[in-house]
């Protein structure tokens, strides 16, 4: 496995919008996940896909987020609507839909404030 590198992040008021990016070679072919660590929480899963149009989300983002990928650049978005305060996290990608597989990258921080 090679490096897993995400990059996007940043402060953004409420309501805002970003889109994160995760790029490693060879994911292109990969079941890929995001996941997000809030300050004193467990990380959880957000958002995977499979191909690229079998996608899920956590209920909390269901009609935010939306999860995609350019094969051709073996690069996974996630691109983020109506942020919350709830959402401020450190954002990670990870390889499988569901249940990470490689070791984690170093995030991207996502921080919703007024």
């Known amino acids: 496995q090679v490096p897993l590198v995400e990059s996007g992040g940043g402060l953004v008021q409420p309501g805002g919008s970003l889109r994160l990016s995760c790029a490693a070679s060879g994911i292109s072919t990969k079941a890929m996940a995001w996941y997000r660590q809030a300050p004193g929480k467990q990380r959880e899963w957000v958002a995977g896909?499979?191909?690229?149009?079998?996608?899920d989300y956590t209920d909390s983002v269901k009609g935010r987020f939306a999860i995609s990928r350019d094969n051709a650049k073996d690069t996974v978005y996630l691109q983020m609507n109506s942020l919350k305060s709830e959402d401020t996290a450190v954002y990670y990608c990870n390889v499988g839909f569901r249940s990470p597989t490689w070791s984690w990258g170093q995030g991207t921080q996502v921080s919703v404030s007024s």
């Open positions: 896909i499979f191909n690229v149009d079998i996608t």
